[in-house]
């Protein structure tokens, strides 16, 4: 397959060298377009008041194209500038930290493969439960393989896998779960702190109240062992609403004059 490698951890990271490695061992043509630093937890964000520059990179066989851009302009850039034609699958990661629950709206790995997903190319956001992990060789194998076993074309259309590795070693892993999205958010503090000149400032932090986790979601299955695929779409209209608010600006009382 043609495949698009990109991420938000920057294009020097471990974590998507090491699922380039893979994917090219697998027989895949893979061709990275990523941000030249890190940017994590940009979510869906685009540059439009700065011009984006790119750097090739070619680092011991590894190559790619870096961007001064976010995740989502690496994936517009490259299917509107750069390839040829577009891609058979694109995949973002392998991010370090988990990318679970509410974190998809905010991760800038899922909004990559969101943006994919949107253009109508199929796509997977990779991630692992753990924010300085030290080799990522058995999950990006693990990857590749799963990427090489899927029938991609039975993804619906605008719909993205989001795969989550647990926070030990492959061989300690217990399974793989199919699950759902954690519905559970953040339950958010900010450290307050005072810069050298007496004023302060605030450093935002935060945790899922684990007690408020259904137990077969995905937050609470990566947090027992398990690897965690759960399919994520972005039709966000509210069907259910609809006719109670359609009832309600047709009658006299809303009714312009």
Request: hydrophobic share 40%; with cysteine.
């Amino acid at each position: 397959m043609d495949i698009l490698l990109t991420n938000d951890d920057g294009i020097h990271a471990m974590g998507i060298k090491s699922l380039y490695w893979e994917l090219e061992n697998s027989g895949h043509n893979v061709l990275v377009v990523a941000p030249l630093t890190e940017q994590s937890a940009v979510g869906h964000s685009l540059t439009i008041f700065s011009p984006l520059r790119i750097k090739e990179i070619l680092e011991d066989g590894y190559k790619g194209v870096a961007l001064s851009g976010t995740p989502v302009d690496c994936v517009k850039w490259a299917m509107s500038s750069y390839l040829k034609k577009a891609p058979d699958l694109i995949v973002s990661g392998i991010n370090s930290g988990a990318n679970v629950g509410i974190d998809v709206l905010y991760s800038g790995t899922v909004s990559a493969a969101t943006e994919g997903a949107l253009a109508g190319i199929p796509s997977l956001a990779v991630s692992i439960d753990d924010f300085r992990p030290r080799d990522f060789s058995d999950h990006a194998r693990w990857t590749a393989s799963f990427i090489g076993r899927f029938a991609w074309t039975k993804l619906p259309p605008k719909n993205v896998l989001n795969l989550n590795f647990p926070d030990c070693e492959m061989k300690l892993v217990k399974g793989v779960k199919v699950c759902s999205q954690t519905d559970v958010v953040y339950k958010d503090h900010y450290s307050t702190r005072n810069d050298p000149r007496g004023r302060p400032y605030y450093w935002l932090g935060g945790e899922i109240p684990m007690e408020k986790v259904h137990p077969e979601a995905d937050r609470a299955l990566l947090s027992r062992g398990y690897i965690t695929l759960t399919p994520l779409q972005f039709v966000l209209t509210n069907f259910d609403i609809m006719n109670e608010l359609q009832e309600l600006v047709l009658s006299d009382n809303m009714i312009i004059k």
